[in-house]
Nanobody, 111 residues
């Protein structure tokens, strides 16, 4: 079955960087769009970034110019590079592929 495992979250100071990874198994990643979403307590899960199987990307306005989605189809991996992090970026981040969600990874931006 399809399994998605996110990693790379943690505590970082404002202005810092993190790189999230999404390891996919049970699916041929090259065929699908990879989505990155985030959610804070009591809020709706929101789209952060999408990278299509042709490599085209789309970002939420709040992260444009700071976040970059990428993929390595040979490794069945998706990535989200997050720079210039702000406290408002604090959330649990999820990857999403073909109706499947990972378990999420916590990102906390605080001094």
């Amino acid at each position: 079955q399809v399994q998605l495992v996110e990693s790379g979250g943690g505590l970082v100071q404002p202005g810092g960087s993190l790189r999230l990874s999404c390891a996919a198994s049970g699916v041929i990643l090259s065929r699908y769009t990879v989505g990155w979403y985030r959610q804070t307590t009591g809020e709706t899960r929101e789209m952060v970034a999408i990278i299509s199987n042709d490599g085209s990307t789309n970002y939420a306005d709040s992260v444009k110019g700071r976040f970059t989605a990428s993929r390595d189809n040979a490794k069945n991996m998706g990535y989200l590079q997050m720079n210039s992090l702000k406290p408002d970026d604090t959330a649990v981040y999820y990857c999403y592929i073909q109706s499947y969600w990972g378990q999420g990874t916590q990102v906390t931006v605080s001094s």
